[in-house]
């Protein structure tokens, strides 16, 4: 990824928060996940929901999207319109993401510099982040920038068993399922709404027979690893960095029960490297890395970090590769075997 500042206009920042905005309030309004979900044509009275009551709100948001060319309106041939999710809109979502992770989900830490500054303990105790709202942004920034290198990863290796740590709502595991007939995944998520939320939808989607939700964090691993046995494949997606470096001692544990529990397992590590090199990658990592350091007192690993660890939990090879993120990084560590 290389970023050509030269061409990067301040019409560039007028078009992305306008975009924003939108795509914020739809979400907010609860249209917007109709509206990706949908598939078909849709109408304003079809987008009312307890968050949006008022379908003629509902139709001015469609008509604002469609002026963005984010949605497709088309005459219903009664004087009315109906309206189609446009191709653009997925990677405007994604791109949206950014922007909205950093000064909405981040808005405790970063509206709070001065208090973090005077008394770290007390500003973390008092300016909390929205979990969900943090989760959600961090989805959207990575609907086309992450997920999809992820996956693609995880279904060339075509393990038989995969077990997927901080799995949230399992979206990546039951995408990979599909792709992988006869695989069985287990999904591993210290939040239990997330679980709940994921269990419904790997019964909606029939794929309860071959994946289970596990609400546990990460750590439980070291003391129960049931759920290893058998895996051929491990992810963690931007999950152990929230380990260092106060829990690095659980971290090595982690890693030591992976190779013990799942001897044929390879390790697929989704994460972020410290100060991505900004002429080649922007400068979201130098702010992901600046304020994980100073607001969340976490520490991101460089990649010759990840193959010492890994190499010393008995790992053969760590294969290294980018992501789409700023400062993202794919690392296959190979399994001793």
């Known amino acids: 990824m290389s970023v050509q500042r030269?061409?990067?206009?301040?019409?560039?920042?007028?078009?992305?928060?306008?975009?924003?905005?939108?795509?914020?309030?739809?979400?907010?309004l609860?249209?917007?996940?109709?509206?990706?979900?949908?598939?078909?044509?849709?109408?304003?009275?079809?987008?009312?929901?307890?968050?949006?009551?008022?379908?003629?709100?509902?139709?001015?948001?469609?008509?604002?999207?469609?002026?963005?060319?984010?949605?497709?309106?088309?005459?219903?041939?009664?004087?009315?319109?109906?309206?189609?999710?446009?191709?653009?809109?997925?990677?405007e979502i994604n791109n949206a993401g950014y922007?909205?992770?950093?000064?909405?989900?981040?808005?405790?830490?970063?509206a709070n510099a001065a208090r973090f500054a005077a008394d770290y303990d007390v500003a973390e105790?008092?300016?909390?982040?929205?979990?969900?709202?943090?989760?959600?942004?961090?989805?959207?920034?990575?609907?086309?920038?992450?997920?999809?290198?992820?996956?693609?990863?995880?279904?060339?290796?075509?393990?038989?068993?995969?077990?997927?740590l901080g799995a949230g709502t399992c979206g990546l595991l039951m995408r990979?399922?599909?792709?992988?007939?006869?695989?069985?995944?287990?999904?591993?998520?210290?939040?239990?709404?997330?679980?709940?939320?994921?269990?419904?939808?790997?019964?909606?989607?029939g794929l309860d027979g071959r994946l289970s939700v596990v609400h546990a964090p990460?750590?439980?691993?070291v003391d129960d690893p049931t759920p290893l046995h058998g895996a051929e494949l491990i992810h963690g997606g931007f999950v152990f960095h929230d380990l260092m470096p106060q829990d690095e001692p659980i971290l090595d544990r982690l890693l030591n029960t992976f190779v013990h529990h799942a001897p044929a397992a390879t390790l697929l590590i989704v994460d972020a490297v410290p100060f991505a090199d900004p002429d080649d990658e922007g400068a979201f990592s130098t702010a992901f890395t600046f304020l994980h350091n100073h607001f969340m007192r976490r520490k991101l690993m460089t990649t010759d970090e990840w193959r010492h660890k890994l190499?010393?939990?008995?790992?053969?090879?760590?294969?290294?590769?980018?992501?789409?993120?700023?400062g993202g990084r794919i690392l296959r560590a190979h399994p001793p075997r």
């Open 176 to 205: 990979c399922l599909r792709r992988l007939p006869g695989a069985t995944g287990i999904g591993i998520d210290l939040s239990e709404k997330a679980c709940r939320r994921a269990r419904e939808l790997i019964a909606a989607e």
């Open 125 to 164: 105790s008092t300016h909390v982040r929205d979990g969900e709202h943090v989760a959600r942004t961090s989805r959207w920034m990575g609907e086309t920038d992450f997920y999809p290198h992820a996956e693609a990863a995880l279904v060339e290796t075509a393990p038989r068993k995969i077990v997927d």
């Open 30 to 91: 609860g249209i917007l996940p109709l509206l990706v979900r949908g598939g078909t044509q849709l109408r304003a009275t079809d987008l009312v929901n307890p968050s949006c009551p008022n379908a003629e709100l509902a139709g001015a948001y469609l008509s604002a999207l469609s002026h963005l060319h984010l949605v497709s309106e088309s005459n219903d041939g009664s004087g009315g319109f109906t309206y189609q999710a446009a191709p653009a809109l997925r990677q």
């Open 311 to 326: 190499g010393r939990a008995g790992y053969m090879r760590v294969d290294v590769s980018p992501l789409g993120i700023s």
């Open 99 to 110: 922007l909205l992770w950093g000064l909405m989900s981040c808005a405790p830490l970063v």
């Open 218 to 221: 990460i750590q439980s691993l």
């Open 6 to 28: 030269s061409s990067v206009s301040s019409a560039v920042a007028q078009d992305l928060t306008g975009k924003a905005i939108l795509l914020e309030i739809g979400e907010n």
